[in-house]
C-alpha cells in the first residue's frame, strides 16, 4: 500500500459550510428485541477536518454509532433512535443514506460485504459513477485510489480472487473514490500488513488537510497518535474525547476499555519511571537515567532458548517442494519444502498477497498442490479422505461467514463432532468445554449472524475447537477482537499448546508473535524468506529482511534493541532492568 499520494479532494464548498460535521445530542438506539440500549446519551461534537477515533470493547456500540451517522441506523436497520443527530447540517435518518452518499463515506468491518462487482476497476468505480461523476475524472479517480491502496495492475482481477488484505484495501479504494466529506472507517485495517496499515494512516492525514473529516474506529492505539482525539466507549455511552498523548498515557485505563496498552508507556509505567513517555527516543532516556539493563539475565535467557530448539520434534507435517497456482503463470506459493513438528508453535507473516493462506490451504487438503506434495504423518494429504484430515487438522477461516453456517452457536459447535462420529457424552464435553473457552456460554443458543464480526470469530474456533484435533490452523485469529478477547484466544491456543497441540497461525498483529509463538516463517512473493526461533527474528541484524516481509517490529522490541538486547513483550522487557545506584 503506497500511501504517498492520495485522490484529489478539494474541499466542497456549500450552504452547509458553517455547520459542523457532526453533532450529536442524548443520542440512544435501541434495536428492536433487544433489552438494553446499544447507544445511551451520546452527547459529542467534530469539526470539519478534523480525525478522531473511537474505542472500545466489543459490543460497547462503537459500529452502531457509525451506521447512524451515514443513515444505515434506522433507514435500513431498523431501531429505535431519540435524541438528536445531524451531520453537515442534515437528519440521517430523514434523509438517508443515498441522499448522504456523496457526502458520508463508510468501509465496514465486514469489509467483504461492500464488494460486489466484477473486476476491481468496476469496483471502485462503481460510486462515482452512481453519483454522476464525469467519465474521464472516473477514470482518474479509479487509477489514483488504486494507487493510493497499492492495487495498481489489479484493475482486471476478480475481487473473490483476492487475499483479505487485498479485498479490505479495494473496499477503502471504493470509498475514497467518491471524495466523501466524511470518512467513516469502521475497523478498516485489521487485515492489512503493517505496512499497509501505516499508509492507511498516511492517507487519513493527507485527506485531513483536504478538508476531510474522518471518524475511526479502531483496537491499536498506538497508530493514533497523529489524531485530533479519542474517545472510549463502553456499553453505548461515549465518553470526551481526550488528546492521544493523554490517553496513551494512562495504560491501565486502555487495558480497562479492552485496548491493548501503548507497549512504551506501560514498560515505563511497570518500570515506575517519572514519566511516562510514548516515543522510543525519549523512553530510553528515561529509563537510562534510573534503570540498568541486567545482561547476565538476559543471557540466561538466550541459553534456555537455544536449549528448547535443541530439543527434536517428531514430525507431524512434512512440506516437499510445494508450488500452488491459481492461474497459468502466477504461482502464489513456489518451491516451498518445511517440517512442522509435533507441538510446533508457529507465526506466518507477510505482505497481504504473499502465500500465507494459500500454504497452509494445503495442510489440510482445503487445496491441491499444482506440483509438489504434504505429507501428514507420513500420508499424502492430498490422497486422504477429507474426514480423515479433519481429525487431525482443524482450520479456523480468515473471515468467519465462510464457515458459519448453522441456526444457533450450539448446532455449530457440534456440527463437527456430530459428523465425526464421536460419542454423545464427548460431544457434551467437546462443545461444552470449546463454548466456555471462547466465553460464548451465555449465547450458545443465538443466531451467530445477529453476533457481532468478533463473536462469529469466535463461534468459528470454538465449531474448530469441538473436533479435537491435533493440528490447530487459524487464519488471523484475533480479527476483530478487542484486547480482552485477543489476550483469551492467544492464551487458550498457548495453552493447547502446552498440552500438546500443534497451532499454526497466520497473523498480521505483529505483537502477538513475539508473546506468544516460538517459531516464524515469513513469506515474500510466494516464498520464505525466513524460517526459524522468534527472537532471532526480531534480532537488529534482521531489520532489512522485516522490511522485505512488510513488517515492522513492535515498539517494545525497538526499545530494547537500544539497550542491546531483544525483549521480546512488555513484561519480558521489565524483568531484564534493576534500578541504578
Known amino acids: 500500500m503506497s500511501g504517498d499520494s492520495v485522490p484529489n479532494h478539494p474541499e466542497r464548498m456549500s450552504d452547509d459550510a458553517g455547520c459542523p460535521a457532526v453533532e450529536a ?67 440521517p435518518s430523514e434523509h438517508g443514506v443515498a441522499e448522504l452518499a456523496g457526502k458520508v463515506g463508510i468501509v465496514f468491518q465486514e469489509f467483504e460485504n461492500q464488494l460486489f462487482c466484477t473486476n476491481v476497476e468496476q469496483e471502485v468505480a462503481f460510486g462515482p459513477e452512481n453519483l454522476g461523476v464525469d467519465p474521464d475524472e472516473i477514470r482518474r479517480r479509479v487509477t489514483e485510489c488504486l494507487e493510493v491502496v497499492g492495487l495498481s495492475g489489479f484493475e482486471d482481477r476478480e475481487p473473490a480472487s483476492l487475499s483479505g488484505g487485498e479485498k479490505q484495501r479495494l473496499a477503502i479504494a471504493s470509498v475514497l473514490a467518491m471524495h466523501p466529506d466524511l470518512l467513516l472507517l469502521d475497523e478498516t485495517t485489521t487485515d492489512l500488513d503493517p505496512e499497509g496499515r501505516a499508509a492507511v494512516y498516511r492517507v487519513v492525514s493527507q485527506l485531513r488537510i483536504l478538508g476531510a473529516t474522518v471518524v475511526m474506529i479502531e483496537h491499536e492505539v498506538e497508530s493514533l497518535v497523529d489524531f485530533d482525539g479519542i474517545a472510549l466507549m463502553q456499553h453505548g455511552r461515549l465518553g470526551s474525547s481526550l488528546s492521544p498523548g493523554q490517553l496513551c498515557g494512562q495504560p491501565d485505563v486502555l487495558s480497562r476499555s479492552g485496548i491493548r496498552p501503548h507497549q512504551v508507556a506501560e514498560a515505563c509505567q511497570a518500570l515506575g519511571t ?44 512434512e512440506v516437499q517442494s510445494l508450488s500452488h497456482s491459481y492461474e497459468k503463470g502466477r504461482f502464489a506459493v513456489q518451491d516451498i519444502s518445511l517440517s512442522i513438528g509435533r507441538g510446533d508453535f508457529v507465526a506466518l507473516v507477510g505482505r497481504n498477497g504473499s502465500g500465507k493462506t494459500t500454504f497452509v490451504k494445503h495442510l489440510n487438503a482445503l487445496l491441491k498442490p499444482t506440483a509438489g506434495k504434504v505429507l501428514l504423518r507420513g500420508k499424502n494429504v492430498s490422497r486422504m479422505r477429507i474426514s480423515e484430515v479433519a481429525r487431525d487438522v482443524g482450520f479456523v477461516f480468515q473471515n468467519p461467514d465462510n464457515q458459519v453456517f448453522c441456526e444457533t452457536i450450539e448446532q455449530e459447535v457440534r456440527f463437527g463432532p456430530e459428523n465425526l462420529g464421536y460419542s454423545e457424552k464427548q460431544i457434551e464435553r467437546l462443545v461444552t468445554s470449546a463454548i466456555e473457552t471462547v466465553d460464548l456460554a451465555a449465547k450458545k443458543s443465538s443466531d451467530p449472524f445477529c453476533l457481532t464480526k468478533g463473536e462469529r470469530q469466535r463461534t468459528a474456533i470454538a465449531s474448530t475447537l469441538a473436533c479435537d484435533p491435533e493440528i490447530l490452523i487459524l487464519d488471523e485469529p484475533t480479527t476483530g477482537l478487542d484486547y480482552f478477547q485477543e489476550r483469551k484466544v492467544m492464551s487458550m491456543l498457548s495453552s493447547l499448546n502446552s498440552q500438546g497441540k500443534t497451532v499454526i497461525f497466520i497473523t498480521h498483529s505483529l505483537h502477538l508473535v513475539p508473546e506468544y509463538a516460538r517459531r516464524v516463517i515469513a513469506f515474500v512473493k510466494g516464498g520464505i524468506v525466513y524460517d526459524g526461533p522468534v527472537r532471532a527474528f526480531f534480532e537488529p541484524q534482521n531489520r532489512e529482511l522485516l522490511a522485505q516481509a512488510g513488517l515492522v517490529p513492535p515498539k517494545i522490541v525497538e526499545l530494547s534493541h537500544r539497550f542491546g538486547m531483544t525483549a521480546l513483550s512488555v513484561s519480558e522487557f521489565v524483568s531484564l532492568f534493576d534500578k541504578s545506584g
Not at 28 to 39: D, H, I, P, T
Not at 279 to 285: L, N
Open 25 to 91: 445530542h442524548g443520542l440512544s438506539v435501541k434495536y428492536q428485541g433487544e433489552g438494553r440500549l446499544a447507544l445511551e446519551n451520546v452527547d459529542f461534537g467534530l469539526a470539519r477536518g478534523k480525525a478522531i477515533a473511537i474505542m472500545g470493547h466489543t459490543g460497547a456500540g462503537k459500529s452502531t454509532f457509525l451506521k447512524c451517522l451515514n443513515g444505515l441506523i434506522p433507514n435500513f436497520q431498523r431501531a429505535e433512535i431519540t435524541g438528536s443527530l445531524s451531520v453537515f447540517g442534515l437528519c
Open 274 to 317: 517519572d514519566e511516562l513517555m510514548l516515543g522510543v527516543d525519549d523512553a530510553y532516556k528515561t529509563i537510562s537515567h534510573s534503570f540498568v539493563p541486567n545482561h547476565a539475565r538476559y543471557e540466561e535467557l538466550l541459553k534456555a532458548e537455544r536449549e528448547d530448539v535443541m530439543r527434536r520434534r517428531l514430525p507431524l507435517i
